[in-house]
């Protein structure tokens, strides 16, 4: 299995998720001109693409899925929340609905972790295929302590590394979009996103990606010292830190 960042942050979002023969997409955020040309340069013809998952209906998170899903026709895994806000929006499209923890797209495993943000049915996932895994989960006030012992020790994480609190505080943002932001409904900050992957990574994890870094309240120096100074204080490592950028791509990485 192996993972693309093709987008991340309050632009746009979109990640391509190979295993086996299976290619999907979680959400897809950013315009379908930029996916086209994304995938071209992956050597991937969007025809390819067997289902999109959707973490939650926020336009970073569906710009170009109206006019992707017209020309390429994959199908959507969405709970009944998300389904029925999609619908205001798409007239028509192929979708399989999930109203469990867990289920399948081919090979690939899919489970569902519910996330806190201020729109309606919000996500996050772990996508598992042979013995390997990824997690992903952008755009939460906090994760659920329920959810940790499923979130332990996979091989790959996307988690959001949205703001530094002192660049928010600080910043030109109005108090309301403050509040909103430091919210349990809001993003998760550097310090949280820092907590929550010290608790989470094991031994079989090799790498972490930040992802949905703010362009007014934080910076990708910024955020990757808060992660290594929390993992080096609980004597933790990890191989490959990265961090995802907005209208920029990745390589390929191996999980």
């Known amino acids: 299995m192996r993972v693309c960042v093709l987008s991340s942050g309050s632009k746009g979002n979109s990640v391509l998720i190979e295993a086996s023969n299976t290619k999907i997409l979680i959400d897809l955020g950013v315009t379908k001109s930029y ?3 994304k995938l071209k340069e992956l050597k ?3 025809n390819e693409i067997k289902a999109i998952l959707i973490t939650h209906t926020h336009v970073d998170h569906i710009q170009g899925l109206k006019a992707f899903l017209k020309k390429y026709k994959p199908k959507l895994y969405v709970n009944k929340i998300i389904l029925s806000l999609l619908r205001e929006y798409i007239e028509d499209f192929d979708y399989e609905l999930y109203d469990t923890s867990e289920f399948k797209i081919d090979d690939i495993c899919v489970s569902v972790i519910k996330t806190s943000h201020d729109v309606k049915g919000s996500v996050g996932f772990i996508i598992k295929d042979d013995q390997k ?7 939460t006030g906090y994760i659920n302590n329920k959810y940790f012992s499923s979130l332990s020790n996979h091989n790959l994480y996307i988690m959001e590394s949205n703001h530094d609190i002192e660049m928010l505080m600080n910043g ?6 403050k509040q909103r932001i430091l919210s349990d409904k809001g993003h998760l900050s550097n310090k949280d996103a820092a907590f929550y ?7 079989n994890t090799n790498t972490i990606i930040l992802a949905h870094l703010s362009d007014d309240n934080n910076t990708q120096e910024v955020a990757l010292n808060t992660l290594n100074n929390v993992l080096n204080s609980k004597k933790k490592k990890v191989k490959n830190v990265l961090v995802a950028k907005q209208k920029q791509r990745t390589d390929w990485i191996e999980v």
């Open 172 to 177: 030109s943002y109005p108090f309301h979009l």
């Open 35 to 37: 996916i086209e040309d």
């Open 133 to 139: 895994s990824i997690v992903y989960i952008t755009d």
């Open 197 to 203: 992957l010290s608790e989470f990574i094991g031994s």
């Open 44 to 46: 991937v013809d969007p």
